[in-house]
């Protein structure tokens, strides 16, 4: 499995320029000529050199090409001293020439039946391929190995008769003479820890998809975001398999005080869409020993395969598959959506992945001095811009959403993918559901490609269709996530007090009268918490600790209701209704239990918040003047009163043709006192300091009292 031991190396690095280094200590003399030896023929053709180079520890020469090659084949390169040295692919295979000459656009991985099985890998640059295949309850050492065809585009075929349900598989791949064992880029199954392909019958595992309640716009969405462990594993959740898919899917469970928990408070509480953290299989847990070590999912292993580590039975390859099915098919019979969070921007280990043994190279981005670039953070950026790449990202997607039936995607680290790549996600899904969901984050990352390329914030006037979290808003409301102790405009902080009225209006820019953030308000993902950094009640527990617990409460629950009263697409953090806290730990993704279970108990404690957000998330789902889908509709029908800061407060008018209601009046108060506000005529109140919902309260008209720290819905 060792490379050779070469005294010069040479690099195809354009398929007509090959790059020769000789080191200084290797010379026999001056290299003036090069010839290049095909090892099948024998046939010589000269290298004409156009450029020598000296380097600090060799010399190096670009040579020209005479004749084409064919990639996959070996060929030497000879000096006139009569030294040779093997030639390798090199920087060829991150040239447009190389991605378009081999781009396939057929079917790869596995296709199954009980009478033969094909296997299909693409592997251009590769001179030998070769599948080993395990029996069920056999070793590795008594694995058969057969070798592939290499066909049309650099694809490798073979077609094994009989049943193969149940083995194990993986590949030998030879690139410039080292081999390499990998797995299948596509396996749709795979074994303990991903360690294996596995092949299996998915038509065992296929359900009909319930009919789901109409999603006429994303804007009609409220996106909830959990954790397969997260959600189950406190110890007074109700729920019986603890930390698993199953576990997620139990229904009807309640806590101690027989209070609803899981799926059934998810229902309950008028969320639409549940969007799990990763559930692709991932590393950082040991699908052996579950509950000895915890991970978000953040470290993709397999895109195609569900992880073991919530499945009853990681050993077991159909268990996994048919109880995250089980899953989507419950949530979807109490008629919610599923959002699917998925990291397609990099992988755990470039080195160890199966993208990099196989087509070395190719994958992952490189900078302007041939070294990996790590915009992620995380040590590799995907080249969705190349062919082949944006092809896996975008089969993968269709995989989803076909075998699994899930209803969105939310795009983790979106700006590292390109323009052309989430455009034709959008288009090749929307053609199958138009329904589905799609959003990322478009934050602005250091990688590579040129500017207007990156899917992110700043050309989102190019990715119609797809959200972005609004990290604008975010920051406006609740403060700078990076410095604890910033205060937003929720907190008390009238410096944000201008940019919160933008961002109440989809950030579209309404006030301003120059162009928004967004074009459309359907692209505002609007949030002040996720998994990611400190909850808002850690938050408020470091910037607003010498307040009472009942005003930072106040603060926390202002906050959520500004998500959920703003033009966009709310998105709330699971347990943000009851003030979650992760014990001050701002990066969570491998901490205990303990840190990062959703705390059943809380609900209990702050039920009355429960209450209230319940009662505001019903007040936007009973009128689509909160969610209004262009932004000339919000220009015309959107105003702000001229009320004295902080107090922020707008009318929606003319707009019964969207609800029940003619007009609409929110008027939120951040300030630690008590205001009075003049209206006009008489109004109905939907929500005061205390309780909200779509019946009203009472009748207001005149001066009315603020209370600090205080919401308000009225109606006519």
Avoid at 472 to 495: H, M, P, Q, V
Wanted: aromatic fraction near 10%.
């Amino acid at each position: 499995m060792d490379s050779m031991e070469r005294d010069f190396y040479a690099y195809l690095d354009e398929l007509d320029i090959v790059t020769v280094l000789i080191p200084f200590g290797n010379q026999r003399g001056s290299s003036v000529t090069f010839c290049l030896k095909d090892d099948r023929s024998g046939r010589l053709s000269q290298l004409d050199i156009i450029e020598q180079i000296p380097l600090k520890d060799a010399m190096k020469y670009i040579c020209r090409l005479n004749e084409e090659i064919e990639i996959g084949e070996h060929y030497w390169v000879i000096d006139e001293h009569g030294q040779k040295t093997d030639m390798q692919i090199g920087a060829v295979i991150r040239t447009q020439e190389f991605d378009e000459r081999f781009f396939y656009d057929g079917p790869l991985g596995i296709s199954y039946s009980k009478e033969t099985t094909e296997f299909r890998l693409w592997a251009p640059s590769a001179s030998d391929v070769r599948l080993r295949l395990v029996a069920p309850d056999s070793h590795n050492e008594h694995a058969k190995e057969y070798p592939l065809t290499r066909k049309a585009k650099g694809v490798w075929v073979i077609q094994i008769s009989g049943d193969l349900e149940g083995f194990r598989y993986y590949y030998l791949v030879c690139v410039n003479r080292q081999w390499k064992e990998a797995v299948d880029p596509y396996a749709s199954a795979v074994s303990v820890n991903g360690e294996h392909g596995m092949v299996i019958d998915m038509k065992k595992t296929r359900q009909q998809k319930p009919p789901l309640p109409p999603l006429d716009l994303p804007g009609d969405a409220i996106i909830y975001e959990t954790h397969i462990r997260d959600l189950t594993v406190h110890p007074n959740s109700g729920i019986v398999k603890k930390g698993t898919y199953l576990g997620a899917a139990e229904l009807n469970t309640m806590n101690g005080k027989g209070m609803a928990t899981g799926l059934s408070y998810m229902k309950e509480l008028g969320v639409t869409h549940i969007e799990f953290l990763p559930v692709h299989d991932f590393a950082g847990v040991d699908e052996h020993n579950v509950t000895r070590e915890y991970n978000w999912g953040y470290n993709p292993l397999h895109f195609n395969a569900p992880d073991g580590s919530y499945s009853s039975d990681p050993a077991n390859p159909y268990a996994r598959i048919k109880e995250l099915k089980k899953l989507i098919r419950t949530i979807h019979s109490q008629g919610l959506r599923v959002i699917m969070d998925v990291v397609y921007n990099h992988v755990y280990i470039r080195e160890s992945s199966s993208f990099e043994k196989i087509v070395p190279g190719y994958f992952f981005r490189h900078d302007s001095y041939g070294m990996p670039s790590n915009g992620t953070g995380v040590g590799n950026d995907f080249a969705s811009e190349r062919l082949m790449a944006r092809k896996f990202i975008i089969d993968s997607c269709l995989f989803w959403l076909k075998e699994y039936q899930i209803d969105g995607f939310r795009f983790d680290l979106m700006g590292i993918l390109d323009v052309t790549t989430m455009n034709q996600i959008r288009k090749a899904v929307h053609s199958i559901d138009p329904d589905v969901l799609i959003i990322g984050e478009g934050w602005d990352l250091n990688t590579p490609i040129p500017q207007h390329q990156k899917a992110n914030i700043r050309n989102q006037e190019r990715l119609p269709g797809i959200g972005q979290f609004n990290d604008w808003f975010r920051d406006t409301i609740k403060g700078s996530t990076f410095n604890l102790y910033d205060r937003g405009y929720a907190l008390g902080n009238e410096y944000y007090y201008q940019a919160a009225k933008e961002v109440l209006a989809g950030s579209i820019g309404i006030e301003k009268k120059e162009k928004g953030l967004f074009d459309s308000p359907l692209q505002s993902v609007n949030y002040v918490e996720s998994h990611d950094n400190h909850t808002l009640w850690d938050k408020l527990s470091v910037c607003s600790k010498n307040l009472t617990e009942e005003m930072r409460m106040k603060q926390h629950r202002l906050a959520t209701v500004m998500v959920l009263l703003a033009q966009g697409i709310p998105f709330l953090h699971s347990g943000q209704e009851f003030f979650r806290t992760k014990q001050g730990i701002g990066n969570s993704y491998r901490s205990s239990d303990e840190i990062n279970q959703l705390n059943w108990d809380r609900k209990n404690k702050y039920i009355k918040n429960v209450q209230y957000i319940h009662g505001m998330i019903r007040i936007r789902k009973s009128h689509k003047a909160f969610r209004l889908t262009k932004a000339e509709f919000i220009r015309s029908h959107m105003k702000f009163l001229p009320l004295e800061a902080p107090v922020i407060g707008f009318t929606l008018s003319d707009v019964g043709a969207y609800g029940k209601w003619d007009r609409i009046m929110v008027i939120l108060n951040p300030s630690f006192e008590q205001k009075t506000c003049e209206i006009e005529g008489i109004w109905e109140v939907l929500a005061d300091e205390n309780r909200s919902g779509t019946v009203p309260i009472r009748s207001a008209q005149g001066p009315i009292k603020l209370l600090p720290i205080s919401s308000y819905v009225f109606v006519q």
